[in-house]
């Protein structure tokens, strides 16, 4: 089940992280970086009650309304259909740039000697970090640029969603996961779960991981076009020899 606590701390850090983006128009809480231009979820609705930051427009799940009431916040009339309860115990997780889909993004590295290196994600999966690099990640905080999907991966997320008793989950290092799931719903038509880490360390996504084993999944599928954080997925192998966990490195 997706519990009511992580949609809200997912709205958060895109909120808060998205006040960052000075150059976005004002959005309907009046700041900038609210996603006005995209009139998603966060835009202005007349049905919906106050959420967790004290402002309307911030969805809770009509389903899950007693456990928002005992956290103090209160219900609206309609929500996804992605983010509706989960009964089974099969876990898929699917990485999203070069994975899912590609787009003009680029990971830029300065150097200590000040030289600065332009990679795309490809080649900062496999890039060796050298003492004194410093990383800026600024292309991956905005809207998709020019995004293609990866057709292939598409068709076995789609057949992944399918399936009532799996939950999916598009995991990306990215910070905003909200333009993903703009991406997913009018450029794919799916609405599939996405979380942003918001760190290129790979032990962030196999932590995420391993906090939905503690809940009780046993069955995980993980694929990702980065080798590194396909090895930190496969060291939960060894922690959790009796669970059934898959990983996959993209092409």
């Known amino acids: 089940m997706i519990r009511l606590a992580d949609l809200l701390n997912e709205a958060r850090e895109d909120l808060f992280r998205a006040s960052d983006q000075s150059k976005w128009p004002k959005g309907p809480f009046g700041k900038k970086g609210d996603f006005a231009d995209y009139g998603g979820p966060f835009k202005k609705s007349k049905d919906w009650k106050y959420g967790p930051v004290g402002r309307k427009g911030l969805p809770i799940p009509k389903e899950e309304e007693?456990?928002?009431?005992?956290?103090?916040y209160?219900?609206?009339?309609?929500?996804?259909?992605?983010?509706?309860?989960f009964q089974g115990k099969r876990?898929?997780?699917?990485d999203f740039d070069d994975t899912l889909a590609k787009s003009e993004a680029y990971i830029y590295v300065t150097k200590s000697n000040g030289k600065e290196l332009k990679l795309d994600p490809a080649e900062y999966?496999?890039?060796?970090?050298?003492?004194?690099?410093?990383?800026?990640?600024?292309d991956f905080n905005s809207k998709l640029?020019?995004?293609?999907t990866i057709d292939d991966n598409v068709k076995r997320l789609k057949a992944e969603l399918g399936?009532?008793?799996?939950?999916?989950?598009v995991l990306t290092a990215r910070g905003l996961?909200?333009?993903?799931?703009?991406?997913?719903?009018?450029?794919?038509g799916i609405s599939p779960y996405v979380v942003g880490v918001g760190s290129s360390d790979p032990m962030k996504k196999a932590k995420w991981i391993e906090a939905h084993i503690k809940k009780g999944y046993n069955s995980i599928f993980f694929i990702d076009d980065s080798p590194k954080n396909i090895a930190a997925v496969d060291t939960l192998?060894?922690?959790?020899?009796d669970l059934d966990i898959e990983t996959e490195l993209a092409e």
């Open 125 to 138: 999966a496999v890039y060796e970090e050298e003492p004194g690099d410093e990383f800026d990640f600024r």
């Open 74 to 85: 209160k219900k609206v009339d309609e929500i996804d259909s992605s983010l509706n309860e």
């Open 66 to 72: 007693d456990d928002a009431k005992e956290t103090g």
């Open 237 to 241: 192998k060894q922690k959790y020899p």
């Open 91 to 94: 876990l898929a997780v699917f």
């Open 163 to 169: 399936n009532p008793q799996t939950k999916v989950t």
């Open 145 to 148: 640029k020019n995004p293609q």
């Open 177 to 188: 996961a909200f333009p993903l799931r703009h991406f997913f719903k009018n450029e794919v």
